[in-house]
């Protein structure tokens, strides 16, 4: 069974950077392309990015392109969420998930079968 813990969340200014960490326990994580997704308050799960098991891969949601980059140690089992120039608009709870393949619909949470339980970002001056 794959478990997997997000760290890293918190509150910055707008304009801040936030980096966003997903450790994987129970299985190693080289396997699995690993998606970001978030909620607000009231809204539906979103999808942020997904990355490849290599990496050499990610797509990006519009409204984070050119802000947010991923990237994965898989010797640390850890995939890394680089959040820049943030904005109020990106405060949500931030999930990793894991899928076991890279396909279309990479920002579909059904796509994804193991999830993390959270961790809180909030972007407010």
């Known amino acids: 069974q794959l478990r997997l813990v997000e760290s890293g969340g918190g509150s910055v200014q707008p304009g801040g950077s936030l980096r966003l960490s997903c450790t994987a326990s129970g299985r190693t994580l080289d396997s699995f392309p690993i998606g970001w997704f978030r909620q607000a308050p009231g809204k539906e799960r979103e999808g942020v990015l997904c990355i490849s098991t290599s990496g050499g891969r990610t797509d990006y949601a519009d409204s984070v392109k050119g802000r947010f980059t991923a990237s994965r140690d898989n010797d640390k089992n850890t995939v890394y969420l680089q959040m820049n120039n943030l904005k109020p608009e990106d405060t949500a709870v931030y999930y990793c998930?894991?899928?076991?393949?890279?396909?279309?619909?990479?920002?579909?949470?059904?796509?994804?079968?193991?999830w993390g339980q959270g961790t809180q970002v909030t972007v407010s001056s």
């Open positions: 998930a894991a899928r076991s393949w890279y396909g279309s619909k990479w920002y579909d949470p059904y796509e994804y079968d193991y």
